[in-house]
């Protein structure tokens, strides 16, 4: 049973434009989510975060939006950039358990 | 280190011979997972070490999966009698403990079995 759920496997935006990924999660317990952003052949790497006792995080170009009541999450990249381009994982974690569980991934490609 | 560091990078192995895949974590961080992605496919947990805590093995596939770690430091993942369904990325990651903590990841190990 996948607790943390992106549904759209690809992406493709024009450069300049925004970049909307979606997560849903089941789990109410959750009370911090992360994005990550993997190239291929590098590891992921830690984008943005966001506390359940927050709506919205942002960091430059990045922010992540959380709806608590529809367990959804999304992260907004404005303006999109040809380098954006990789996977885009979700994950979601609860108090101090440190095992996060993750999303399947999205794939982003932002076209020049 | 700086960052996480595993070894080797990649690795080409016969069916039936065992691996072994190191990760160097970040010093100070007590908290080291290993993950898997096989291709196409999202991060699959293995193993999580928490400081001198029982690790949690819940996502080893099977018995042919083991992996250790030495206190806080070094941590070795052992895959034995590999098959063709082992070949993957392995990823370690570390981080500090508390929630909302965010992971450190390395490069990975591509694990090929031919």
Same mark, same amino acid.
């Given at each position: 049973?996948?607790?943390?759920?992106?549904?759209?496997?690809?992406?493709?935006?024009?450069?300049?434009?925004?970049?909307?990924?979606?997560?849903?999660?089941?789990?109410?317990?959750?009370?911090?989510?992360?994005?990550?952003?993997?190239?291929?052949?590098?590891?992921?790497?830690?984008?943005?975060?966001?506390?359940?006792?927050?709506?919205?995080?942002?960091?430059?170009?990045?922010?992540?939006?959380?709806?608590?009541?529809?367990?959804?999450?999304?992260?907004?990249?404005?303006?999109?950039?040809?380098?954006?381009?990789?996977?885009?994982?979700?994950?979601?974690?609860?108090?101090?358990?440190?095992?996060?569980?993750?999303?399947?991934?999205?794939?982003?490609?932002?076209?020049? | 280190?700086?960052?996480?560091?595993?070894?080797?990078?990649?690795?080409?192995?016969?069916?039936?011979?065992?691996?072994?895949?190191?990760?160097?974590?970040?010093?100070?961080?007590?908290?080291? $997972?290993?993950? *898997?992605? *096989?291709?196409?496919?999202?991060?699959? %947990?293995?193993? $999580? %070490?928490?400081?001198?805590?029982?690790?949690?093995?819940?996502?080893?596939?099977?018995? *042919? %999966?083991?992996?250790?770690?030495?206190?806080?430091?070094?941590?070795?993942?052992?895959?034995?009698?590999?098959?063709?369904?082992?070949?993957?990325?392995?990823?370690?990651?570390?981080?500090?403990?508390?929630?909302?903590?965010?992971?450190? %990841?390395?490069?990975?190990?591509?694990?090929?079995?031919?």
């Amino acid at each position: 049973d996948q607790q943390v759920k992106q549904n759209s496997p690809s992406l493709s935006v024009q450069e300049g434009r925004i970049s909307i990924l979606n997560c849903d999660y089941t789990n109410s317990m959750f009370d911090y989510f992360l994005w990550y952003k993997k190239y291929p052949a590098e590891g992921p790497t830690f984008l943005i975060s966001i506390s359940s006792i927050k709506d919205k995080n942002e960091d430059g170009r990045f922010t992540v939006f959380l709806n608590k009541s529809a367990k959804h999450l999304s992260l907004h990249i404005v303006p999109s950039q040809p380098g954006d381009s990789a996977v885009y994982f979700c994950a979601a974690g609860a108090g101090n358990n440190r095992k996060l569980i993750w999303g399947l991934g999205t794939s982003l490609a932002v076209n020049p | 280190g700086a960052g996480v560091s595993q070894s080797p990078s990649n690795k080409v192995t016969e069916k039936g011979k065992d691996v072994e895949l190191r990760c160097d974590p970040i010093s100070g961080h007590t908290a080291l $997972y290993w993950y *898997r992605q *096989r291709l196409g496919q999202g991060l699959e %947990f293995l193993i $999580y %070490f928490q400081g001198n805590s029982a690790p949690d093995k819940s996502g080893l596939p099977s018995d *042919r %999966f083991s992996a250790e770690r030495t206190g806080e430091s070094v941590s070795t993942l052992t895959i034995q009698r590999t098959q063709q369904e082992d070949s993957a990325v392995y990823l370690c990651a570390s981080s500090l403990v508390g929630g909302g903590q965010s992971y450190t %990841f390395g490069s990975g190990t591509r694990l090929t079995v031919v």
